[in-house]
């Protein structure tokens, strides 16, 4: 597998990021390893672009 995306962990909703990432490459076809608060995604080929966002939606209170 080869190293494709590092993406910082702040703000980033990880069962999202899975879900994804396994509708992209499939089950398996991909592997996540968080380090210095960053997730590292290794896949099968390279990944041209996300279209949907990783992060929550975020609501603030006034």
């Known amino acids: 597998m080869h190293p ?3 993406i910082p962990t702040r703000n980033v909703d990880p069962a999202r ?3 994804i990432l396994r509708n992209k490459f499939g ?3 991909f592997r ?3 380090r210095h608060c960053t997730y590292k995604v290794y896949a099968n080929y390279q ?3 996300v279209k949907e966002p990783i ?3 975020y609501t ?3």
Do not use: D, W
């Open 4 to 6: 494709i995306l590092a």
């Open 17 to 19: 990021l899975s879900n």
């Open 27 to 29: 089950r398996g076809g």
């Open 32 to 34: 996540i390893e968080m």
């Open 47 to 49: 990944l041209t672009e």
């Open 55 to 57: 992060y929550p939606p």
């Open 60 to 62: 603030y209170e006034v």
